[in-house]
C-alpha cells in the first residue's frame, strides 16, 4: 500500500443545499439572530461522497463510472485538490495534473500560442518544457494555422482540441481526466484515448471519469462504480461494467411508470411486467460476452384470453435500424394463453455482434386480426462484450488459412467463455489493488 | 504546526511562481489588448489624474497657499499619484480576482494565493513604467522651477518604501479577494471607500495636521506615512519620520500574517462557495 500514488481512505464529502449567506445582510441577520438566542435557521446537506474507500497503485489506470450525481467528479475534484473532504483522508503521492475541463483558463482574447503558454503554466509545466513541446502540442490538436489566431474565433472542436492537447502533454505522474473525450469528433477522441494509453504504458497513473464503457474498458483494467456517493463495486472493468449495467436496467425496472404504462399497444390487451437477460447460469445479467447463450425472458400480463399469440424481440444497436428482429410467428409458433402473468423466453446460442450497448424491445400481436396488443420503447440495455476480437457491426465465426488450405488459427469458432477468458482467479481478488 | 502550514504555503508558492509571472502577463495582455496606447496607459492614468488636480488647485481655485506645499504641484501629485495607483488599481483587482476566475478556482487546482498576487504583480509593472515619467519630469522641474534635486542616500531608502507597500497589498488584497467570494458587497463597498482614502492618504491634498479629532483619526491611516516616505526619499533627499513609517510597517506586516493565514485557512472552501 505505502507505494499507492492515490489513496482516498474513507473519504466523506457534503455539500450544503440552497444559498448560503450571499450578502453581507443575510449575514447581519443571521448574526443578529444568534445573539437574540435564536438558532440560526438549520441548513439542509447532502452528501456527494460518502466513506468511500480506494487506492490507485502507481503506475495502474482505474476508471470511475455511475450515474449521473454519483459524485464521481466530486471525488476527482477531492483528488486534485480543490476540494477538500469533510472526513477522511486523501493523499496524493507525485506531480499530479488534472483535467476537469478541457481549456479551463482559456482566455478568448488570447491566441492560441499565448493561451499554451497560459494554459501549460496553469496545469503546471514549467515554461521551457511548454517551450520545447509547443509544436507536439500545436500539431496534437492539428491547428497550425491558427496558433496566432484569439481562441475566441476558434470552433468549439478546435478549442477542445487544444485544451486537451496541452493537458496530453504535461506528462504529470498522476494525470486526472474527467469526461472530456466527450468533445471533438471521433478521430480525435481516438488519438486522445490513444494518447492516454501512451502514457499509462509509460507508468503515469490514471483516474478516469467518463460515462463512456467502452472507452473506460480499454483504458482501464480496474474500474469503481460510485452510486449516491457511496463505492457499489470495485474491481476488475469488465465486471464493474457489468455491475454497472445491471444496476441501470435494475433502476429503469424500478420506474413502473416508465415501462409499464406506456407500451400498452393497441388494443390493451397485455402489459409488459418486465424484459431481463439471464446467462446459462440463471442469473439476471444487463451485459455477456458475444459468445455465451443468452436467454430474453419476458414477462407480460394479459388482460383477455388469447388463441394465438405471437410473440417478437427486437434488438438495435442505437437509435438506427434493427440489427435483429425474431418472432415467434416466423417460427410458425403462436402462444395459446389464458388471462394472467405469463413468461416467454427467447434463448440464443450467441450474439455475434461487436461489443457495445444494444437496446431491445418486445412487441406482441394477434395472429388471426393483426392487432398489436403490446409495443415497447427500445428501452432495454444489453451490453455486449466481444472480448476484442472484431470492430463494426458484426463478430461473426472466422479462421484465417495459408495458401495451401491448412487452417492456421481457429480464432473464435469454438470458443467458449473459459477457453478464451479465463475468469480470474480468487488470488486474483485478494491482490485486487483498488478494493 | 502553523509554523509548517505557512512553510508549505510558500514552497508551494515557490513551486507556481511561473504561474505567477503567466497570469500576471495576462492580465497585462488582455488589459492592454485592443487598445491603441496599450501600456502608455500605465503612464497616462496618473499623468492625466496630476493634470486634472494641478489645474483644479492651481488654476480653478487658488489652494496653493494653503496647501503649503513647497515643491512644484504637478510634482507632488505625481509622486502621490503613481504609488496610489498601484495602490488602488492593484487591490481593485485583487478584490474581484477570485470571483472573476471562477472557472479556475473550480475546476483547476493551484494555490488560490495566485489569484491576488498576479493582479498585484501587474498593476506593479504599470507602477515601473508610471515610475520612468517621474524622473522625466523631476528633470524638468529640477531646471524650471525653485525646486532642485540633489543625490542623497535618503533614495536608497526607497525600495524598503515600496516593499513595505506590497506587504501591505499582499495582506489586505487577500482579505479583500476572500471576503468579496463570500460576500459580493465587498466590490461595492471597496469602490466607494477606495475614492474617499484616496483623500485621505495624501495622495494629492495634504492630510489635516490641526490637532484636530479629524486630523486623529487620519493620522491612522497607514497610507499618510507611505506615501509621505517616497515623498521624503525622493523629493526632499531626507528620510521619512521613522515613528509614522514604523507604525505603516507594523500595520503591514500584520495585515500580512493575518491576512495570508486566513486566506489560505478558507481557502478550501472557495471552490464550493464561490
Not at chain 1, 474527467?178 to 490513444?194: I, K, M
Not at chain 1, 444489453?382 to 479462421?399: F, K, M, P, Q, S
Not at chain 2, 522651477?145 to 531608502?157: G, I, K, V
Not at chain 2, 495622495?203 to 489635516?208: A, F, G, H
Request: net charge neutral; aromatic share 10%; with cysteine.
Amino acid at each position: 500500500m505505502e507505494s499507492a500514488a492515490v489513496e482516498f481512505s474513507h473519504v466523506s464529502k457534503r455539500f450544503r443545499l440552497g444559498e448560503s449567506h450571499d450578502s453581507l445582510r443575510d449575514l447581519l441577520s443571521s448574526g443578529l439572530a444568534r445573539l437574540a438566542g435564536r438558532k440560526p435557521k438549520t441548513k439542509s446537506h447532502l452528501w456527494a461522497l460518502r466513506d468511500v474507500d480506494f487506492s490507485v497503485p502507481r503506475g495502474e489506470a482505474v476508471g470511475i463510472i455511475g450515474p449521473n450525481g454519483a459524485g464521481k467528479s466530486t471525488a476527482l475534484k477531492l483528488l486534485a485538490g480543490i476540494l477538500r473532504p469533510d472526513e477522511g483522508q486523501v493523499a496524493i503521492r507525485g506531480r499530479l495534473a488534472a483535467l476537469i475541463e478541457v481549456g479551463a483558463g482559456f482566455h478568448g482574447d488570447l491566441t492560441g500560442r499565448e493561451n499554451v503558454f497560459l494554459n501549460g503554466a496553469i496545469l503546471g509545466m514549467p515554461r521551457a518544457d511548454i517551450r520545447s513541446k509547443l509544436d507536439d502540442i500545436v500539431s496534437f490538436a492539428g491547428i497550425e494555422r491558427f496558433l496566432d489566431t484569439p481562441v475566441k474565433r476558434y470552433s468549439s472542436g478546435m478549442y477542445a482540441r487544444l485544451g486537451f492537447s496541452i493537458a496530453a502533454h504535461v506528462d504529470p505522474e498522476i494525470l486526472l481526466v474527467d469526461e472530456v473525450l466527450s468533445v471533438g469528433d471521433a478521430v480525435f477522441r481516438l488519438r486522445c484515448l490513444d494518447r492516454m494509453h501512451t502514457l499509462v504504458r509509460q507508468g503515469t497513473t490514471l483516474v478516469f471519469v467518463t460515462h463512456n464503457l467502452e472507452q473506460m474498458q480499454s483504458t482501464c483494467p480496474r474500474a469503481i462504480v460510485l452510486e449516491q456517493g457511496r463505492t457499489a463495486f470495485a474491481g476488475p472493468a469488465r465486471e464493474a461494467v457489468g455491475f454497472y449495467m445491471t444496476a441501470m436496467s435494475r433502476a429503469y425496472a424500478d420506474r413502473p411508470t416508465d415501462m409499464q404504462g406506456q407500451p400498452d399497444g393497441q388494443s390493451g390487451n397485455a402489459e409488459l411486467v418486465d424484459l431481463s437477460f439471464v446467462r446459462s447460469d440463471g442469473v439476471e445479467t444487463a451485459w455477456a460476452l458475444g459468445t455465451e447463450s443468452i436467454r430474453v425472458r419476458v414477462r407480460f400480463r394479459l388482460r383477455r384470453p388469447m388463441a394465438r399469440l405471437v410473440v417478437e424481440c427486437n434488438m438495435r444497436a442505437s437509435v438506427s435500424d434493427n440489427l435483429l428482429s425474431l418472432n415467434s410467428g416466423r417460427d410458425a409458433l403462436t402462444f395459446d394463453m389464458p388471462a394472467g402473468v405469463h413468461t416467454v423466453t427467447l434463448r440464443l446460442d450467441r450474439l455475434p455482434v461487436c461489443s457495445g450497448q444494444y437496446l431491445w424491445n418486445v412487441r406482441m400481436w394477434d395472429a388471426d386480426t393483426g392487432t398489436t396488443v403490446l409495443d415497447s420503447p427500445f428501452r432495454f440495455p444489453l451490453v455486449i462484450d466481444d472480448e476484442g476480437r472484431a470492430t463494426g457491426i458484426l463478430c461473426v465465426d472466422h479462421e484465417w488459412e495459408t495458401g495451401d488450405g491448412e487452417s492456421v488459427v481457429p480464432t473464435y469458432a469454438a470458443a467458449s467463455r473459459d477457453t478464451i477468458a479465463p475468469a480470474p482467479t480468487n488470488a486474483d481478488h485478494e491482490s485486487m489493488p483498488i478494493l | 504546526m502553523r509554523a509548517v502550514t505557512v512553510q508549505l504555503g510558500i514552497t508551494e508558492l515557490l513551486r507556481y511562481r511561473q504561474l505567477l509571472a503567466s497570469l500576471t502577463w495576462r492580465d497585462l495582455r488582455i488589459r492592454y489588448k485592443q487598445s491603441v496606447l496599450g501600456i502608455a496607459w500605465a503612464v497616462l492614468l496618473p499623468l492625466s489624474m496630476m493634470l486634472v488636480f494641478t489645474f483644479v488647485f492651481t488654476r480653478a481655485i487658488d489652494a496653493r497657499a494653503v496647501l503649503r506645499i513647497d515643491t512644484p504641484y504637478a510634482l507632488y501629485a505625481y509622486i502621490g499619484l503613481v504609488p496610489w495607483t498601484f495602490f488602488s488599481v492593484g487591490l481593485g483587482g485583487c478584490v474581484n480576482s477570485l470571483v472573476a476566475n471562477r472557472n479556475l478556482v473550480t475546476k483547476v487546482y493551484f494555490p488560490r494565493e495566485v489569484f491576488p498576487l498576479s493582479c498585484i504583480g501587474s498593476s506593479f509593472v504599470d507602477f515601473l513604467v508610471a515610475s520612468t515619467v517621474l524622473m522625466g519630469l523631476m528633470i524638468y522641474f529640477h531646471h524650471a522651477s525653485h525646486w532642485s534635486f540633489h543625490w542623497n542616500p535618503a533614495l536608497l531608502f526607497v525600495p524598503i518604501v515600496l516593499g513595505v507597500q506590497i506587504i501591505l497589498m499582499v495582506g489586505l488584497g487577500m482579505l479583500l479577494a476572500m471576503a468579496n467570494l463570500f460576500y459580493r458587497d465587498v466590490r461595492q463597498i471597496f469602490g466607494v471607500s477606495i475614492q474617499l482614502t484616496m483623500f485621505v492618504s495624501a495622495v494629492v491634498v495634504p492630510v489635516p495636521n490641526d490637532g484636530s479629532l479629524l486630523a486623529k483619526v487620519i493620522a491612522a491611516n497607514p497610507l499618510v506615512p507611505l506615501i509621505g516616505a517616497y515623498r521624503d526619499c525622493i523629493l526632499h533627499g531626507r528620510l521619512p519620520d521613522m515613528i509614522g513609517f514604523a507604525y505603516t510597517t507594523g500595520v503591514a506586516l500584520v495585515l500580512l500574517v493575518v491576512g495570508w493565514a486566513w486566506f489560505r485557512r478558507a481557502s478550501f472552501r472557495f471552490a464550493e462557495c464561490i
